[in-house]
């Protein structure tokens, strides 16, 4: 099977697989009925084989078990805790957390970070991050995609509703809720070329939506 890799900090286990595109039907053998019938209804190959690896990878850690969705909309697994999953074109990574809601982002650091920035850095992001690096706009970039799915709303502005900062040389995110608006501690790894976020704490309220 493809080699697994596995960064643990604080209560969050994030796990790591490449992806083998010549291997559709190992990941397919280890899927159960409900993930098979939604693989069936995947048109597009790389996204077939992207969610196929996605939920192997989720039956080697948790075995068959469906993931299940909260009132908010968060994946969780019964008896494991709260997960988070992403992809890229080369690599798929499973969060995994008991304590509190997780997130988590992959990306690989592109040159399309840069031309697209303007749509999503903030003024305040361009005083601690460099507009015209590639590495620095590709973890903005996964830092908004990693607190995007702690927020229990859609249709969210990546320059207004999610705000990334820094503080004492750590990074930071604040995300709109529903009730409010809430911190999260946020954490980056850097493997090869692929970044992957992840926020290394709970939420903390910051301000209380007025009813």
């Known amino acids: 099977m493809s080699t697994?890799?596995?960064i643990n900090l604080n209560a969050v286990s994030i796990y790591l697989m490449e992806i083998d595109f010549s291997d559709l039907q190992t990941y397919e053998?280890?899927?159960n009925a409900k993930e098979k019938s939604r693989l069936k209804s995947i048109r597009h190959p790389e996204k077939k084989i992207e969610f196929a690896a996605s939920r192997y990878l989720k039956h080697y850690l948790f075995g068959e078990a469906n993931i299940e969705y909260n009132s908010t909309g968060a994946p969780e697994i019964e008896n494991v805790g709260y997960i988070s999953i992403s992809h890229c074109s080369s690599h798929v990574v499973i969060a995994k957390c008991t304590e509190h809601l997780i997130g988590v982002d992959i990306?690989?650091?592109?040159?399309k970070s840069v031309k697209t920035s303007p749509r999503f850095i903030t003024e305040n992001e361009k005083g601690f991050l460099d507009q015209k690096n590639e590495k620095d706009m590709s973890m903005l970039w996964s830092f908004k995609e990693c607190l995007y799915k702690l927020s229990d709303r859609n249709?969210?502005?990546f320059q207004k509703d999610i705000l990334?900062?820094?503080r004492d040389g750590r990074f930071y995110g604040s995300i709109q809720k529903t009730d409010g608006i809430y911190e999260y501690e946020l954490h980056v790894e850097n493997f090869k070329n692929i970044l992957i976020t992840f926020?290394?704490?709970n939420g903390k309220l910051l301000h209380e939506h007025s009813e």
Do not use: G
């Open 107 to 111: 990306e690989e650091i592109r040159e």
């Open 29 to 31: 053998s280890a899927l």
């Open 4 to 6: 697994i890799s596995i």
């Open 199 to 201: 926020n290394s704490s």
């Open 164 to 166: 990334v900062y820094k």
């Open 155 to 157: 249709q969210l502005l």
